[in-house]
C-alpha cells in the first residue's frame, strides 16, 4: 500500500529536544501549585522546595513515568459501538470541548453561548460522520457556572452516542461529571475497564502545573480515566521566539506532567498533546493559523511518538472570523501536515478563528475536511490488480474506461467521492443550482441536519437517574 507520510526531525534532532527538555527539569523545574501533589513528588524522589513550590525531576524519574505511562487505550461512547481509538493509528476529530462565545450562523452575530446552543451543537456531532469525539462546542452561559461540567455531561450522553468530551470546572463538579459516565457504563468498575472520559491537564507555560487541573486529576485517575496532557506554549511569548526552543519547553512541561500523572496513578493512559502556537509579532496576539503551527504539530507528533504515546495536535485551525479563503488555506495547511505526520486526534472542530467562538457551519465544514484528509491518509495499492495493465490493452487506444469492469470494480473505492456540499459541476450546471457558496451550503446543511437528525434516546432509567444525578449536584454545588 502506498500510504503518504511526512517526517520533520531527523533521531539526531528529536534527541537533542528530549535531552534539551530532561536538563530543564532537572535544572530548572516546574512550579506546581498544589501541595498534595508536591509532597507526592517528592515522595516518588523529586526535588522539591516547598518554599518555592518548585519541583525538579530527574531523568531516571522521567525515563520511569514513560515506562509506567498507558500507551494505548479505547474510548467508549454510551453506543458501545461508537469509539475512539487511541494509540491505533486511528484519526480522530474532535468537536470542541467548550467556547465562551458563539457565533450564531442565523444572525451573523457574535454572541454569549446557552444550553440550546450546546445542545445543537451535540446533535450535529451526533450526525456528522467524521466526528469521533463529539463535544459541546460552547460553555453556555444561561446555567449555573459551578456546575456547567454536569450538565454538559448531561447533555452529552443523552444526545449522542459517541464518545465526548468537555471542560472540568473542578474537582467537586468532576465527582458528579463521572457518576453520570458511571451510571452510562454499568458501575465503577465497568467504567474503569472501559473509560468514556479524557480528563485535559493544562501545563501554564512557561514550566508550571496549575492548582484547579491537578485537583481534577485525582477524581478521574481514581476512576482510572485517560488523561491528556497539553500546554499552549506560545513562541515568542510564553516560550522562546524559536521553534526548537518552543519545542524543548513545552516537551518538558509535558513531561513533567506525566511524571505527575504516573506518580499519582501509575499506568494511567496518557494523550501527548503537542499544541504550541506562535505570538503574532504584530498585534502580540497568539495565532491558531501561521505556517509555524504546522510544522510544530509535524515536531510534537514525532516526539510524542518517540515516547510510544498517542499524541493530539492543535491542526485544521485559522485565525480568519469566516468561512473564507484565508480560513480555507491555513486549515487544511496544517490539518494536511497533523494527518500525514501519524498524530492520532485533531481538534477543535467548530472551532472559529483563535478560540473566538463555536460555530454550527463551521463544525461542518471540518466535518467536510476531514473526509478529504482521510482519503489522502489512505494512499492506494500498486499491485497487478491496481496497476491495470491487462485493462489498459484491452481498451487500447482511443478507447475509454467508463464501462471496463475494472473500473465498476474499483472506482467506488478508489476515488474520493464528495457529497452535495462540494461542488464539482459545470459552470452552467453550478448557476442552475443557485450559484451557491461553500458557506451557504454548509448552512443549509446544518438546517437540515437539526430539523430531521434525532439521536438514539436514552434508556428511561437511565436518563431517571442522570437527572438525579444533576438534580444532587445543583443542590450540592449552587445551593438551589
Known sequence: MAKPSIKLLAESELKAIHDTSLRILNDVGMVVHHAEVLNRLAEAGANVDFD???????EALVTWALESAGKQFVLQ??????????????????????????????????????????????KLGDALTNITVVGAMSV???????????????????LTGKPTRCWNVDRRSSRYMLEIYQAIAGGKAALRQTPMFVTFLEPISPLQLPASGLDV??????????????????????APATLAGTLAQENAEILGGIVTVQVLGPGTPITYGGIPHIMDPRTSICSFGSPE???MAIAMTELGKYYGLPVYVNVNLTDSKLLDGQMGLEKMGSFVLGILSGADEFGHAGLVGTDHGGSLPWLVADNEAMSYARRLARGFSVDDDT?????????????????????LRHFREELWIPGQLWTRDSYDGWVGKGETDF???????????????????????LKREIDRIVATARKDLVGN
Open 52 to 58: 518555592k513550590k518548585r519541583a525538579r525531576f530527574s
Open 77 to 122: 461512547g454510551r453506543d458501545p459501538d461508537q469509539v475512539a481509538r487511541f494509540g491505533y493509528g486511528d484519526l480522530n476529530l474532535m468537536s470542541s470541548p467548550g467556547q465562551y462565545a458563539w457565533l450564531d450562523h442565523k444572525t451573523g452575530q457574535r454572541r454569549d453561548p446557552t444550553l440550546a446552543d450546546a445542545r445543537a451543537a451535540i
Open 140 to 158: 453556555p452561559q444561561d446555567v449555573p457556572p459551578q456546575m456547567f461540567d454536569v450538565i454538559l455531561a448531561a447533555e452529552l450522553v443523552q
Open 217 to 238: 486529576l485525582f477524581e478521574f485517575i481514581d476512576y482510572a480515566q485517560p488523561v491528556a496532557i497539553g500546554p499552549m506554549a506560545m513562541a515568542s511569548g510564553t
Open 293 to 295: 503551527q504546522g510544522l
Open 387 to 407: 496497476l491495470a495493465g491487462p485493462v489498459i490493452a484491452d481498451i487500447g487506444p482511443a478507447g475509454n474506461y467508463l464501462a471496463h469492469e475494472h473500473t
Open 439 to 461: 458557506h451557504q451550503r454548509v448552512v443549509s446543511e446544518v438546517q437540515h441536519i437539526l430539523a430531521s437528525h434525532e439521536p438514539a434516546p436514552l434508556d428511561p432509567a
